[in-house]
């Protein structure tokens, strides 16, 4: 039988799967490969089971890159697994399912007994060593290096359950150090310091340098003041209306554009202000953000539905000259984090409101009926947009790219959910088209 080529492997996808076959090896087994309609083209090993039954065991894609396999090395892994057959093994699936359990199995077992070492080593861990090692982690990346957060914590926190250790820390520890504050009147400095501290001990959790996160239980608004929760969501109504605002509001087109890339993607704004180009392919409809520069220090990939990719693409034709998708004047790095924030802030003031200069009559440009939204309720109102369309909670979460809260889930439920948030943004996608069409 003919051995499969690489010219055979490049012809053109038609409608239906095309197979090729190579010729049997040592009597065990035949290397094939499928071409998709999709333009795929995958290696498969078949051989005959214990049962008399032919089974293909899928061994890898065809192509260059990471991950991928060129014809020798799909060939060579056929030979390793004829071999596997050859010497008595003619369950192949079964026998690599057995592995993969056992490797599992061995995995989780060293897991627990690094997890049971780690806790008895961080058990002895200070919050004041803790704040050190958010302070090199997490503050460093602040616009002051975190020079203002050490400042409140070396006044009002450290002194007060810096010396206790991490696992020791109950929720009122966190009340002991805010009451003082409320001693003082100063009850915004009381909410700020409770939610720097919350950061910090949730920073932890994500660690698992502590199990749970001992402020969890305490409302913010029993610290210093109510406090307005942030739960806008834009209805299909506002944003069909802010699609007919939104060219008039006197803003630049980038600061339009991020309007709808935030929406369509459910990114963050300051994920999206600071992108640079080399992380988003538009051909691929593939949107990286490296760990660096997502807030909660974990890579995330969003896949780029058909509108996305029109905004990304009007965006490139204005700064893609540039390395950043938002460049400052200089073009020596991204525009500050806040400036979307404040153009659309100052949009949305009210008749009464202090007039900025040359853009009075913009005042109200952008307000919407039911009260003002800034750029993070477009990331909220984009994953209620999916759930209304049919996608599962959890699956929003990972477009969101929330970390899991539950650390047993998070331990032991690897699914990368990728074809399913590639479904939902998508979906999205379409849906904000069609509305702002």
């Not at 051995?3 to 290397?31: C, F, P, V, Y």
């Not at 806790?119 to 290096?145: C, M, P, Y």
């Not at 080399?278 to 890579?299: C, F, M, Q, T, Y």
């Not at 893609?320 to 073009?331: H, I, K, V």
Request: glycine residues 6%; proline residues 3%.
């Amino acid at each position: 039988m003919a051995k499969i080529t690489d010219k055979a492997l490049r012809a053109k996808s038609t409608t239906k799967n095309q197979w090729l076959r190579e010729s049997m090896i040592w009597g065990h087994g035949s290397l094939l490969a499928r071409i998709t309609p999709a333009g795929e083209r995958l290696f498969y090993f078949e051989y005959t089971d214990s049962n008399k039954k032919r089974v293909a065991l899928p061994i890898g894609t065809f192509g260059s890159g990471v991950g991928l396999l060129s014809l020798a090395e799909a060939r060579q892994k056929a030979m390793e697994l004829a071999s596997l057959h050859k010497s008595g093994i003619p369950d192949l699936k079964e026998h690599f399912d057995r592995e993969e359990k056992l490797h599992i199995a061995t995995r989780e077992a060293e897991l627990a007994r690094i997890q049971a070492e780690q806790r008895v080593i961080e058990s002895k861990l200070t919050v004041t060593q803790l704040f050190e090692h958010w302070a090199k982690v997490d503050l460093i990346n602040r616009k002051d290096g975190g020079a203002e957060v050490r400042r409140m914590f070396q006044k009002d926190v450290l002194p007060i359950i810096g010396y206790l250790h991490v696992a020791d820390i109950k929720k009122g520890h966190f009340t002991e150090v805010t009451d003082l504050l409320l001693a003082r009147g100063v009850n915004r400095m009381a909410n700020l310091i409770f939610s720097l501290m919350r950061q910090m001990f949730r920073f932890a959790v994500d660690r698992d340098i502590i199990e749970h996160d001992p402020s969890a239980n305490i409302r913010k608004s029993k610290i210093g003041g109510k406090q307005v929760e942030r739960d806008r969501v834009l209805n299909e109504d506002e944003i069909q209306l802010l699609a007919m605002k939104l060219p008039k509001a006197n803003l630049l087109i980038p600061s339009q554009l991020a309007v709808w890339i935030s929406l369509s993607t459910c990114c963050r704004i300051g994920e999206l202000l600071s992108a640079r180009w080399e992380h988003i392919d538009l051909e691929k409809g593939v949107w990286v953000i490296p760990a660096e520069s997502s807030k909660n220090g974990r890579l995330h990939t969003i896949y780029l539905s058909d509108f996305a990719k029109q905004q990304f693409q009007a965006l490139r034709n204005i700064n893609g000259e540039s390395a950043y998708c938002y460049p400052n004047r200089a073009d020596d790095g991204p525009i500050s984090s806040k400036t979307v924030t404040k153009q659309l802030g100052d949009r949305q003031k009210s008749a009464d409101g202090s007039a900025y200069s040359n853009r009075t009559k913009h005042m109200q440009a952008l307000v919407l009926p039911h009260g003002k939204w800034p750029p993070h309720d477009l990331r909220r109102t984009g994953a209620t947009l999916m759930t209304a369309l049919g996608v599962l909670p959890e699956v929003a979460e990972r477009c969101l790219n929330h970390i899991e809260e539950n650390k047993v889930k998070r331990t032991y439920q690897r699914h990368s959910y990728q074809k399913e948030m590639a479904e939902a943004w998508v979906l999205l996608g379409a849906h904000v088209a069609q509305l702002v069409s």
